[in-house]
């Protein structure tokens, strides 16, 4: 039974043309609403458009949406983890932030030197998101609690936990800005010089966020656990019924879900900031979800969607030299979520007629045919 | 406030007009060809944030005013970005010629370190953050501690019990100009008046300013000890404050903005008066010293001579002590008290 949350989360797949005609709709519809909004606001489309054009072909622009576009990926994948088995991990954000807050109090305080020290960040982070999204997991097992208010609400423990451990034990004040200690110069994660025209690196965890795209596919499509997990997420009942243990995958889920988490502040951490401070970035996980919809939890797909998040919430700065408010730039992420998922579903029923149509077709056949003889 | 604001500024650019008159070299100096064309980034919030943003707005919607040609670009942070977001943002101002920027709060002084460097003949202003410093950067910062020391003053004036109390956000380097200030100025008038000192969290923690409970409970300890006068310096926790002394019966004073305007409602009566950090004038004046070429760098300290600092009269609760006030303020501004910064 195909159902709508099927076809959102991705489940179901499109074949042949219909898997071009669907992001394709999707794009046009996404540039014929923002354009109409740009206009209601007294703002040249065609101007905005090409000023974006201009400002994603830079090598210098390319290089900074690829060091966004890399935390935004690793979010989504958090995110798609839980999505692929009916779990709404919404905590990602809190597991994330509770993850490099801890990793970067232990990394400042350098108990082992160089790259131990980057190893240890990145273990403490994975193993701490891992944590703390199993508390969702167990609740959801044990007491029934629906995982997508258990997460929230954690989040905000997370919030106040973080704000805590920075002020109470990690934080360093430099000028106004509290933050942990930060990283000494030999655990700095060596950014790569990928794009030509440009000083600017792009960050080192680029290449750790490729291959969880990879085992991500490998261990959803190549392995027992993986067609557990989807099986689970098709159908629950069916899982059972084949012998799987519904509660261990919920809270294995969770647990992987919130360790790929713990690593979304990483980039960030060893490659940009070295500290945890009022700075750090926030809300990743949420923009994760928004990721891992556009995408449909499809390890490429994502990757183009967090490529295309990245770019747009790196030109604000640029529309907004245009004298067009940065609002606009939200405006644009939230049609284009709808637009792939509007498209697509729209692909979908026009299949589910066709297929309809060309069943009653061949049905309907062998009946016309004697009919016609009978006329004749 | 509007007329009060527009004199103000009025006066501050005559003062600097008369100022850039008297030197010499700055009147031999050419005058400068082109228009300013200023560059402005703001912190979360933004235009209309009602608070810290608003008010450096309204220091350069006075300038555009003010001085003829002048084109502003403003950029706004979206919350939660990354921090070479920042960075990018003041390069993108200064890559497409702008110049003067001005950066309305201390989470750009990373990106000012990175950037004025690469820029070397464009100017850049940080509010609040005197840490970042180049030979093209201006921080413009507040004698926080003179304004402070009419708030001492007011309170010592004004309490009947001889008691008055100070609540503070966290007792970091930045809050503790303000307690020093106000302690000098309740010593000056009145030495046998008792100050109550309270501090929200330790000096690394900020969340002190965001902990309305907290302070209200501080704020009920003092009251009920027989303070009636109590001075916050506790941000968003100041609400706590004006709760308690409503519920007392007693009075608060408000900082930074006029709070008995800007406050709940149900709250400005019990505010004595606020002290006034007005950034709108501070931004106002760099604007006019890149404008005729005075711009220094280095930190430049707005105090109650520059009209940098100041208090407020909403309510008219402190209408009958006003001419003392005024006096104590021109004899500050004139050297003849001293108030330390601590």
Redesign the interface.
Known sequence: MNGFLDRVLGRVKLGGWLAVVAPLIAVVFAVLITSVVLLAAGKDPVLAFTTLADYGTQPRSMA?IL??GV?YYISALAVAVGFRMNLFNIGVDGQYRLAAVIAAGLGGAAVVPGVLNIVLVIVVAVVVGALWAAIAGLLRVYRGVSEVISTIMLNAIATGLG?WLV??HF????????GTRPIPDDAHMPGIPLIAGTPVLVNGFIVVAVLLGIAYWVVLNRTRFGFELRATGKSESAAVASGVSVKKMIVVTMVMSGAVAGLIGMP?LLG??YKYS???????GFTGIAIALLGRNNPVGMAVGALLWSFL??S???L??L?I??EI?QIMQGVVVLSVIIAYELVHRYRIVAEQRRVSRELAAPQEAPKAEAAA | MRAFRTVMAGAVAVAVTAAAGCGGEVSTATPRTRPLQVGLVYDIGGRGDQSYNDAAAAGVDEAKRNLKGMRVREVEAAPGEPAARKVERVRALAQAGYDPIIAVGYSYAPALARIAPRFPKTRFAIVDEPTVSGPNITNLLFASEEGSFLMGAVAAMKSRTGDVGFVGGNPSPLVRKFEVGYVQGVKHVNPRVRIRIAYLTGPHDLSGFDRPDKAEKAARRMYRAGADVVYQVAGASGAGVFRAAKDAGAWAIGVDYDQAKSADPAVRGVILTSMIKRIDVAVYDYLASVADRTVTSGPVVYDLRRGGVDYSLTGGHIDDIQPRLEQLKQEIIHSRVKVSPG
């Open positions: 900074m060091n966004t935390m704000s002020s109470e934080g360093v004040l430099t000028g106004n800005d509290l960030e940009a900031s009022n700075n750090f970035p926030a809300g990743l919430d790196n604000s700065n640029q907004q030299l004298d408010s940065k730039v």
